[in-house]
Structures are given as structure tokens and as C-alpha cells.
């Protein structure tokens, strides 16, 4: 198994900026593709980013394209996403999960929030305006 922590959340102005990580431990993290998603209220989880186990792919949707940087420290267990621009929108929580193995490195996989097996608690971004 693989147990995730996410951390970094917080209240902040629009156009300011927050990190988020996520730390693993558990089985093999380095081995693991690692997603980020998000859920306001009343919507449903969406997917933000995702990295690959070794950190050299990387995907993003597009309204974060530009604005977010999502990376890995293999050594540390710890993902991060940096978070830049933020506005209203963002507000969310936001969850890490791992990778179900197998599952390709396709934009129809990395979306599904059913290609995920391990997922953390969340942690809380609101950005306000």
C-alpha cells in the first residue's frame, strides 16, 4: 500500500501563489505515477496534474496550464505542486493520489479519477477575491 499526506493549504489573495505536497510512504513511491486532483463544493473531483514516476512527464489540464508546476523528490517521497495566479476559481481541495500499475501514461487515464487506487485526505485551497 501507499499511504499519502497532503499538505500546504491555506487562505490566499487572488493572484497570489501556494505549494502543496504530497508525501508517500508506504511501498515503492518512486515507482509510483503520482496525480493531483481537486473538488469544490458540490462538484465533482477533477483532475489537475499528474507526474510521472520518474518525474520526466508531466500533464496538466488546461486551466492550469501555465499557472501550476507539478514535481517530485523521489528521494524525499514528496510531490509538489506549485501553484501560481491563483484565483476564485482554484478554491478547492485538493487530494494527491497514486496510479493503479498498469495504467498507461494516456490523458484518458490520467483524468479518471478510477485509475487512482491510493488517495489522501486533501488539503484546502481558497483563494479569495
Known amino acids: 500500500q501507499v499511504q499519502l499526506v497532503e499538505s500546504g493549504g491555506g487562505l490566499v489573495q487572488a493572484g497570489g501563489s501556494l505549494r502543496l505536497s504530497c508525501t508517500a510512504s508506504g511501498r515503492s513511491f518512486s515507482s509510483v505515477h503520482i496525480g493531483w486532483f481537486r473538488q469544490a463544493p458540490e462538484n465533482e473531483r477533477e483532475f489537475v496534474s499528474a507526474?510521472?514516476?520518474?518525474?520526466?512527464?508531466?500533464y496538466y489540464t488546461d486551466s492550469v496550464k501555465g499557472r501550476f508546476t507539478i514535481s517530485r523528490d523521489n528521494a524525499r517521497n514528496t510531490v509538489y505542486l506549485q501553484m501560481n495566479s491563483l484565483n476564485a476559481e482554484d478554491t478547492a481541495v485538493y487530494y494527491c493520489?497514486?496510479?493503479?500499475?498498469?495504467?498507461?501514461?494516456?490523458?484518458?487515464?490520467?483524468?479518471?479519477?478510477?485509475?487512482?487506487?491510493?488517495w489522501g485526505q486533501g488539503t484546502s485551497v481558497t483563494v479569495s477575491s
Open positions: 507526474i510521472s514516476w520518474s518525474g520526466i512527464n508531466t
Open positions: 493520489a497514486a496510479m493503479k500499475p498498469g495504467k498507461g501514461w494516456t490523458w484518458i487515464q490520467l483524468r479518471a479519477v478510477t485509475s487512482f487506487e491510493y
